[in-house]
């Protein structure tokens, strides 16, 4: 299986701030990376799809970098409404998750 | 508007099976396969298995091999997850999203999950 490792955990960040998180994958998954956002009780919301496509709708402050096994993802000028935990999904070989970075106030 | 309508939270007896529903609308059912994924609670997604909603074609993740159970009905625009032998481990929501890419996409397989139902708790519990 390929494991997806996160990092950090859990960032304590202001509005206004610029936030990266780090997605690394076990082997090679091209650039088969998503990134979604979760909010509590809710399902998650896509953001990025094929490691840097930004999907339809999804403010232009959200980012998607990275090939191979290192991923990243960008927030510039975080907005009161990004404070969520935010997930990476490879899919090169079945699916897999990372275990998620929150972001707190 | 393209959406994703789960049923509702139900409560099971260990050993026991329950099915989950997915109807769809706002687009064509039969264009876009489905995903189902659980969440244990304050836990990570784990992916469980698609169905190609165009041929019923299904692939089911390794560890679900064997208890789960995908299927679609077309004519009344749902996919159903079938989970078996159920154990305390299997108290989590679930969720059924759809593949971002439509299924005459060679590609499809590999792409992101766009439209996410709004999940459907399962308790098992003697």
């Known amino acids: 299986d390929i494991q997806l490792t996160q990092s950090p955990s859990t960032l304590s960040t202001s509005v206004g701030d610029r936030v990266t998180i780090t997605c690394r994958a076990s082997?090679?998954?091209?650039?088969?990376l998503a990134w979604y956002q979760q909010k509590p009780g809710k399902a998650p919301k896509l953001l990025i799809y094929?490691?840097?496509s930004l999907e339809s709708g999804v403010p232009s402050r959200f980012s998607g970098s990275g090939s191979g096994t290192e991923f990243t993802l960008t927030i510039t000028s975080l907005q009161p409404d990004d404070f969520a935990t935010y997930y990476c999904q490879q899919s090169n070989i079945y699916y897999t998750f990372g275990q998620g970075t929150k972001l707190e106030i | 508007q393209v959406q994703l309508v789960q049923s509702g939270a139900e409560v099971k007896k260990p050993g026991a099976s329950v099915e989950i529903s997915c109807k769809a609308s706002?687009?064509?059912?039969?264009?876009?396969?489905v995903h189902w994924v659980r969440q244990a609670p304050g836990q990570g997604l784990e992916w469980m298995g698609w169905v190609h909603t165009g041929n019923g074609n299904t692939k089911y993740s390794q560890r679900f091999q064997g208890r789960v159970t995908i299927t679609r009905d077309t004519s009344a625009r749902t996919a159903y997850m079938l989970l078996s032998s159920l154990r305390s481990e299997d108290t989590t929501v679930y969720y059924c999203?759809?593949?971002?890419?439509?299924?005459?996409?060679?590609?499809?397989?590999?792409?992101?999950?766009?439209?996410w139902g709004q999940g459907t708790e399962v308790t098992v519990s003697s």
């Open positions: 999203a759809r593949s971002r890419s439509h299924s005459g996409n060679y590609l499809w397989e590999y792409d992101a999950f766009d439209i």
């Open positions: 082997q090679s998954i091209i650039s088969w």
């Open positions: 094929k490691a840097s």
């Open positions: 706002g687009y064509t059912f039969t264009s876009y396969p």
